[in-house]
């Protein structure tokens, strides 16, 4: 694929792609997905090929390498998405509500397809797999617009999507990938008419710069600034996982932890809590308190004392910033003001302080003794995810097929008029 030779008419093509899409059977789409599956698993080493370009470019210590970062694995894992993401009930045409009016008339809501839908986003080529999986599912045509950093791969993954629409007689253009520059972002933002939606994937700065400058609707996605409560109550065996699991499992990914609040009661378990971090180099950030327990149990060169950057910071790193409070009340207030309402967690075995977390805490998935990792579309039974919603309208946090869609109204009569 020649991204440079992508006409500027791609707006119209969508547009067409869109309404052909329209008449293809689901069965179809099922067929078309397990095909891709298929084709994704025999194109491995083309794929992984085309990733080694892009990871020579960039410095292996930057945590984005882990993002951009494909393998025989995490392709393996893409197709058997792939293939679940078709196992799915469509979104599309569920009745939501139905009614006949005194006169007659039979009013009907049901769900549809956005139409097209954008999706910007960073080095992160399995995205590219995800939100055309999902967008054909739904129904909808996807256009592509991702960063310089995954260039040669996000060709090769449209080259292999498709090769497989081409082999189903489908309108290739039901996924279009732009050409990495700004131009075609500019474009992107500014096609009103022909996108219906779009979806930003990445950090806090990109999802701010397409918020600001669209034209297109947007669903903020991305961004988390994840925060862990240890309670007065905590269980500390139970703490100890958790923390570990959230801040390493993953550290470039959204839903990774970057602040531990913790009771002022339960610091002397702090040493604790941190201990396995210290395997994986973790940086801590500690406020004073923190740190007067932390020295001396928690190496030295991993121990730095917070400031003010310290909270509200998205690391996407082996670092952690560490608050301590002093009631439950001050731990909901610091999450209040610095959380990106993506996922934030409680640890605790106190029923009332569970409740009042749950009630008070404003964040899109918020969890009691469960690590933040969790907040993934796949892990919620949705499939795949197209990202994970930090706002209020439409959608809220993992978002599936049944966020790709929205609805109509069908009204049908026989000659009626209205007096």
């Not at 099922?30 to 990733?51: C, F, G, M, W, Y």
């Not at 009745?95 to 049901?110: A, D, F, H, Q, Y």
């Not at 839908?117 to 991702?146: H, Q, W």
Request: glycine share 6%; aromatic share 6%.
């Amino acid at each position: 694929m020649d991204l440079a030779s992508i006409p500027s008419t791609w707006k119209q093509a969508v547009q067409k792609a869109s309404r052909s899409l329209n008449l293809v059977t689901e069965d179809l789409i099922n067929q078309v997905l397990h095909a891709l599956a298929e084709e994704t698993s025999a194109q491995t080493e083309v794929i992984l090929a085309e990733n080694a370009k892009d990871l020579s470019a960039m410095d292996i210590s930057n945590p984005m390498y882990d993002r951009l970062l494909l393998t025989k694995d995490r392709i393996a894992g893409i197709a058997s998405d792939i293939h679940n993401v078709a196992l799915l009930p469509s979104p599309c045409g569920r009745v939501l509500m139905e009614s006949v009016r005194p006169n007659g008339l039979t009013v009907k809501k049901i769900t549809v397809p956005f139409g097209v839908v954008g999706i910007i986003y960073e080095a992160r080529p399995n995205v590219s797999f995800d939100v055309f999986s999902l967008c054909l599912k739904s129904g909808n045509v996807c256009v592509l617009k991702g960063g310089t950093d995954a260039y040669n791969s996000n060709v090769a993954i449209v080259n292999v999507i498709q090769s497989i629409l081409e082999k189903f007689g489908l309108d290739k253009n039901i996924v279009t990938l732009l050409p990495a520059g700004r131009e075609s972002t500019a474009e992107l933002l500014n096609a009103v008419g022909y996108v219906d939606v779009i979806i930003p994937r990445g950090g806090k700065s990109l999802i701010d710069f397409v918020r600001e400058n669209s034209k297109v609707p947007v669903i903020e996605t991305g961004a988390g600034i994840c925060h862990t409560y240890f309670d007065e109550f905590g269980d500390v065996e139970k703490g100890k996982k958790i923390i570990f699991n959230a801040k390493t499992r993953r550290v470039s990914v959204c839903n990774s932890l970057d602040c531990l609040v913790i009771h002022e009661r339960r610091l002397s378990d702090l040493p604790e809590l941190c201990k396995p971090l210290a395997e994986k180099n973790v940086i801590i950030y500690a406020d004073v308190k923190a740190y007067t327990f932390l020295n001396g149990k928690y190496p030295k060169s991993l121990l730095e004392k917070a400031n003010e950057e310290s909270y509200g910071t998205e690391f996407l790193d082996y670092k952690l910033a560490i608050k301590t409070v002093e009631s439950i009340d001050e731990a909901i207030d610091h999450i209040s003001r610095y959380s990106s309402k993506h996922s934030e967690c409680i640890i605790s075995e106190n029923k009332e302080n569970i409740n009042m977390f749950d009630k008070m805490v404003d964040a899109a998935c918020v969890y009691t003794n469960v690590s933040t990792a969790f907040t993934d579309g796949g892990q919620f039974g949705l499939g795949a995810e197209i990202g994970i919603s930090t706002q209020k309208l439409h959608a809220r946090g993992p978002m599936g097929l049944e966020e790709l869609c929205t609805y109509k109204w069908i009204i049908k009569g026989d000659g009626h008029i209205r007096n």
